[in-house]
């Protein structure tokens, strides 16, 4: 069993900075990807970016990329979101989950999730 848990949430304005964290206790075959996703109310929730341990790779929704740079620290088993020029829009709950996939990730690929962090950006 994979736990996730996600810290760094709050509040920004419009034009500032947020950094995301999401710790594993652990990583496995099946977890070796960490992906984001982000859920507004009212909305379904959506892929916001992903990376995998081993090589770093990293993939970005159109929406974010540019933006969000999403990174890890083997070594703590933390993957990081570091979230530049925010918008409202990116107003929402952030989720971390450990799964499979890293590319083109749906969120069927993670199976294991965390609590979810709330960010809010003001206008």
């Known amino acids: 069993q994979v736990q996730v848990q996600e810290s760094g949430g709050g509040l920004a304005q419009a034009g500032g900075s947020l950094r995301l964290s999401c710790t594993a206790s652990?990583?496995?075959?099946?977890?070796?990807?960490i992906g984001w996703f982000r859920q507004a109310p009212g909305k379904e929730r959506e892929f916001v970016a992903a990376?995998?341990?081993?090589?770093?790779?990293?993939y970005y929704a159109d929406s974010v990329k540019g933006r969000f740079t999403i990174s890890r620290d083997n070594a703590k088993t933390t993957v990081y979101l570091q979230m530049n020029s925010l918008k409202p829009e990116d107003t929402a709950v952030y989720f971390c989950?450990?799964?499979?996939?890293?590319?083109?990730?749906?969120?069927?690929?993670?199976?294991?999730w965390g609590q979810g962090t709330q960010v809010t950006v003001t206008s």
């Open positions: 989950a450990a799964g499979r996939e890293w590319y083109r990730p749906a969120p069927s690929d993670f199976g294991f």
């Open positions: 652990t990583r496995t075959f099946s977890t070796r990807a």
């Open positions: 990376i995998n341990w081993s090589v770093g790779n990293t």
